[in-house]
């Protein structure tokens, strides 16, 4: 049997590793922030308690703790001893808060009762050597990143003074926490139980993959979030003045940008530049992205890309606050495609970034801006989902700005679409539609983003209201209760639709709250916007009313969102072949996945990914043969020369097959591969059927 010779893996006690004189350790650059709560501090002290009441052959074991030896490239090394800690900082750091809790409990009764036990003296002086060096008492043992040494050696030393209150950090709350819960006399039981811990110590040689390792432990601590993980991918391998350099130039600025959304940034990022949608559920998808993109980063290499992405986190912070465009126009138009969420930012990000370095005008911003804002209202509109459009339209934008917008075109719903949809719907983003429209109706420009969300001053208004008591009447002569139920049931059903919201003065609005339309004909007179105080002009109001009014807005609702102008075919309703969902294994219904498949114009009975696979591979084995062998000799099959090992095979030729043994996921990937290398995956979609929409 051979033994590595990188990797050095040993189960220790960890208090008496801890507790050794030469223990030293420090927390790179690229290490996340302290996260444990309350509720792991919690499970941590029932865990102690527990085998600390066992029997004495009992142990508990906490998992893997692995560092490297820090070298001289360790940060503030005094002593080439020191271990580097790559995965264990949460455990650790925990432990250590808890030992200094019962260090502080004992000291303190120490200083209460001249008369304390004996052996406090001596429990005091382990847990001690346990928290500090014994070569400088004025440093712990373990040394954090920089950003946050203080504040934990502060804590840990009890450097506070008696009248400081506890500061606002994870290492003061768990702290408390543990001081809150462990009195005097139960500190021999924790730390008997403390003793009784265990874990296994892993270090790294030189030439050992850290990073690897460090992805493939499977330890107790706390999973790392996606940008954690690529924070550390982009960092680890460097020297410690690499890695400060990076950290300090490039990446502090990126998290001051995007602040609790830098997460949203990196998944945004990689759609905008791949073109591919980004699993963010149930994994790693996001990190697993950017690996893929970026699998080696040499030092020259992530000094480039981490300008561009210093420079991207920018623009992305105007995304997320409008207000900060240089451009007042700029920043009310990212004010209103805010309405729709951030689901659009990898294909406004990529316009954005275009526009601040000068390679486009503010009117081609603009228009994309107003293109985007289009497509997302109007298939909202008509009940039409927004999934996998945005990585379709962030490929067609690398072909140049028409591509985009014959891409944008072709999956916008059409007008007549609109206008059927618009009669009996209710009314999506009513606040942001109305204001809009009153903009364009030339009055009220002051009201054009009354609607938008944290503008005060303005209220959606409806006309018929939503609960109208029984007294309150269109003409001011029948009453609610003297309608039918035909008629009541018609009226309800249009309340939310266009033709009844009107955009009106929040005390007017106050005043006309279920008021009989009569009485709030004069309140629409004095409103300042002409599409409410037009109101005043009818005699009565109803659904004829409401009709003609939804018609009249419509026109304009149309004019405000426009529909670039389709060329070629109308594919709204197909998924372009390299959105189709991904889906692990073979899921219950699979088999009628699609309801038919269009390649390159032809129309395919095809219903699941299975037949599609065997078909896609036989047709380009006669059409596109060069590119099919390229992408099988580059990925490692689904092509070979013989039928190597038992399972599903098709002959393509007399030497050639094709093997149809893998999965749903793999045959998608393969397929999408195969017809992006012929040149021809823009010219494959699949319409879902109703049980692959809902799988």
Same mark, same amino acid.
């Given at each position: 049997?051979?033994?590595?010779?990188?990797?050095?893996?040993?189960?220790?006690?960890?208090?008496?590793?801890?507790?050794?004189?030469?223990?030293?350790?420090?927390?790179?650059?690229?290490?996340?922030?302290?996260?444990?709560?309350?509720?792991?501090?919690?499970?941590?002290?029932?865990?102690?308690?527990?085998?600390?009441? +066992?029997?004495?052959?009992?142990?508990?074991?906490?998992?893997?703790?692995?560092?490297?030896?820090?070298?001289?490239?360790?940060?503030?090394?005094?002593?080439?001893?020191?271990?580097?800690?790559?995965?264990?900082?949460?455990?650790?750091?925990?432990?250590?808060?808890?030992?200094?809790?019962?260090?502080?409990?004992?000291?303190?009764?120490?200083?209460?009762?001249?008369?304390?036990?004996?052996?406090?003296?001596?429990?005091?002086?382990?847990?001690?050597?346990?928290?500090?060096? *014994?070569?400088?008492?004025?440093?712990?043992?373990?040394?954090?990143?920089?950003?946050?040494?203080?504040?934990?050696?502060?804590?840990?030393?009890?450097?506070?003074?008696?009248?400081?209150?506890?500061?606002?950090?994870?290492?003061?709350?768990?702290?408390?926490?543990?001081?809150?819960?462990?009195?005097?006399?139960?500190?021999?039981?924790?730390?008997?139980?403390?003793?009784?811990?265990?874990?296994?110590?892993?270090?790294?040689?030189?030439?050992?993959?850290?990073?690897?390792?460090?992805?493939?432990?499977?330890?107790?601590?706390?999973?790392?979030?996606?940008?954690?993980?690529?924070?550390?991918?982009?960092?680890?391998?460097?020297?410690?003045?690499?890695?400060?350099?990076?950290?300090?130039?490039?990446?502090?600025?990126?998290?001051?940008?995007?602040?609790?959304?830098?997460? +949203?940034?990196?998944?945004?990022?990689?759609?905008?530049?791949?073109?591919? &949608?980004?699993?963010?559920?149930?994994?790693?998808?996001?990190?697993?992205?950017?690996?893929?993109?970026?699998? @080696?980063?040499?030092?020259?290499?992530?000094?480039?890309?981490?300008?561009?992405? @210093?420079?991207?986190?920018?623009?992305?912070?105007?995304?997320?606050?409008?207000?900060?465009?240089?451009?007042?126009?700029?920043?009310?138009?990212?004010?209103?495609?805010?309405?729709?969420?951030?689901?659009?930012?990898?294909?406004?990000?990529?316009?954005?970034?275009?526009?601040?370095?000068? &390679?486009?005008?503010?009117?081609?911003?603009?228009?994309?801006? %107003?293109?985007?804002?289009?497509?997302?209202?109007?298939?909202?509109?008509?009940?039409?989902?927004?999934?996998?459009?945005?990585?379709?339209?962030?490929?067609?934008? %690398?072909?140049?700005?028409?591509?985009?917008?014959?891409?944008?075109?072709?999956?916008?719903?059409?007008?007549?679409?609109?206008?059927?949809?618009?009669?009996?719907?209710?009314?999506?983003?009513?606040?942001?539609?109305?204001?809009?429209?009153?903009?364009?109706?030339?009055?009220?420009?002051?009201?054009?983003?009354?609607?938008?969300?944290?503008?005060?001053?303005?209220?959606?208004?409806?006309?018929?209201?939503?609960?109208?008591?029984?007294?309150?009447?269109?003409?001011?002569?029948?009453?609610?209760?003297?309608?039918?139920?035909?008629?009541?049931?018609?009226?309800?059903?249009? *309340?939310?639709?266009?033709?009844?919201?009107?955009?009106? &003065?929040?005390?007017?609005?106050?005043?006309?709250?279920?008021?009989?339309?009569?009485?709030?004909?004069?309140?629409?007179?004095?409103?300042?916007?002409?599409?409410?105080?037009?109101?005043?002009?009818?005699?009565?109001?109803?659904?004829?009313?409401?009709?003609?009014?939804?018609?009249?807005?419509?026109?304009?609702?149309?004019?405000?969102?426009?529909?670039?102008? *389709?060329?070629?075919?109308?594919?709204?309703?197909?998924?372009?072949?390299?959105?189709?969902?991904?889906?692990?294994?073979?899921?219950?219904?699979?088999?009628?996945?699609? %309801?038919?498949?269009?390649?390159?114009?032809?129309?395919?009975?095809?219903?699941?990914?299975?037949?599609?696979?065997?078909?896609?591979?036989?047709?380009?084995?006669?059409? *596109?043969?060069?590119?099919?062998?390229?992408?099988?000799?580059?990925?490692?099959?689904?092509?070979?020369?013989?039928?190597?090992?038992?399972?599903?095979?098709?002959?393509?030729? %007399?030497?050639?097959?094709?093997?149809?043994?893998?999965?749903?996921?793999?045959?998608?990937?393969?397929?999408?591969?195969?017809?992006? &290398?012929?040149?021809?995956?823009?010219?494959?979609?699949?319409?879902?059927?109703?049980?692959?929409?809902?799988?």
């Amino acid at each position: 049997m051979s033994s590595a010779t990188n990797v050095e893996a040993t189960a220790v006690n960890t208090v008496q590793w801890l507790s050794a004189p030469q223990t030293s350790i420090v927390v790179p650059v690229y290490q996340r922030q302290y996260r444990w709560d309350i509720g792991g501090c919690e499970q941590l002290l029932a865990d102690i308690r527990a085998v600390a009441d +066992s029997d004495d052959r009992q142990r508990h074991f906490i998992g893997s703790i692995l560092s490297t030896a820090a070298g001289e490239d360790a940060p503030r090394s005094d002593s080439a001893d020191e271990l580097v800690l790559i995965d264990g900082q949460q455990r650790i750091t925990t432990l250590m808060l808890l030992v200094a809790a019962l260090h502080h409990t004992v000291l303190q009764e120490a200083r209460q009762s001249p008369d304390a036990p004996d052996e406090n003296p001596a429990l005091a002086r382990e847990l001690k050597a346990v928290l500090v060096r *014994a070569s400088d008492p004025d440093r712990t043992k373990l040394r954090p990143h920089r950003a946050w040494a203080d504040v934990f050696e502060s804590v840990v030393l009890d450097r506070r003074s008696a009248g400081d209150q506890l500061g606002d950090s994870r290492f003061d709350d768990n702290y408390a926490f543990f001081r809150s819960q462990v009195l005097v006399d139960e500190v021999p039981r924790i730390w008997r139980g403390l003793q009784k811990l265990e874990h296994v110590a892993i270090t790294l040689g030189a030439d050992a993959n850290a990073q690897q390792i460090f992805e493939s432990l499977n330890s107790t601590g706390e999973p790392l979030l996606d940008h954690e993980l690529i924070h550390n991918y982009v960092l680890m391998g460097l020297s410690h003045a690499e890695q400060s350099e990076i950290e300090d130039t490039y990446w502090l600025p990126i998290e001051q940008n995007t602040g609790e959304s830098i997460a +949203s940034f990196w998944r945004h990022y990689l759609v905008m530049i791949t073109g591919r &949608e980004v699993a963010v559920a149930g994994g790693r998808g996001v990190y697993d992205a950017f690996r893929q993109q970026f699998p @080696r980063l040499d030092l020259d290499t992530l000094r480039l890309r981490a300008a561009e992405w @210093r420079e991207l986190s920018a623009d992305y912070r105007v995304l997320l606050d409008p207000s900060l465009a240089p451009d007042p126009g700029i920043a009310r138009q990212l004010t209103f495609l805010n309405t729709f969420g951030r689901g659009s930012y990898p294909l406004a990000l990529r316009a954005y970034r275009d526009w601040s370095r000068g &390679e486009t005008t503010a009117a081609v911003l603009t228009g994309v801006l %107003e293109h985007i804002q289009s497509l997302l209202l109007r298939r909202t509109v008509v009940g039409i989902g927004t999934e996998r459009v945005v990585a379709r339209l962030c490929r067609a934008r %690398e072909l140049g700005p028409e591509a985009l917008v014959l891409a944008i075109a072709r999956i916008t719903p059409s007008d007549e679409r609109v206008r059927v949809a618009l009669k009996f719907s209710d009314l999506p983003h009513p606040g942001y539609v109305l204001g809009r429209i009153a903009d364009r109706t030339g009055r009220g420009t002051d009201a054009a983003g009354g609607g938008l969300s944290g503008l005060s001053g303005f209220d959606v208004e409806n006309i018929f209201p939503l609960s109208p008591p029984d007294t309150w009447s269109g003409d001011g002569t029948r009453a609610w209760t003297d309608y039918t139920d035909d008629e009541q049931n018609s009226h309800r059903a249009l *309340a939310q639709t266009l033709g009844n919201l009107a955009l009106i &003065e929040q005390p007017l609005a106050e005043r006309a709250v279920d008021r009989s339309f009569p009485v709030k004909r004069a309140l629409y007179a004095g409103s300042d916007i002409l599409t409410t105080a037009e109101l005043a002009e009818a005699t009565e109001w109803g659904t004829a009313a409401i009709a003609r009014r939804t018609a009249r807005l419509t026109e304009v609702f149309l004019e405000v969102w426009a529909r670039p102008a *389709a060329v070629g075919i109308d594919d709204d309703g197909l998924t372009p072949i390299l959105d189709a969902a991904r889906r692990r294994g073979w899921p219950r219904g699979w088999e009628r996945e699609f %309801e038919y498949v269009e390649y390159r114009g032809e129309h395919w009975e095809v219903y699941d990914v299975k037949y599609l696979f065997n078909r896609i591979f036989k047709r380009l084995w006669a059409d *596109a043969r060069e590119s099919v062998v390229a992408f099988s000799a580059r990925r490692g099959g689904p092509i070979y020369e013989s039928q190597a090992w038992n399972g599903h095979w098709d002959a393509l030729d %007399e030497s050639h097959y094709l093997y149809m043994g893998w999965d749903s996921k793999y045959m998608l990937t393969a397929l999408q591969g195969v017809l992006d &290398e012929a040149g021809i995956a823009a010219e494959v979609f699949v319409k879902y059927s109703y049980i692959g929409a809902v799988m």
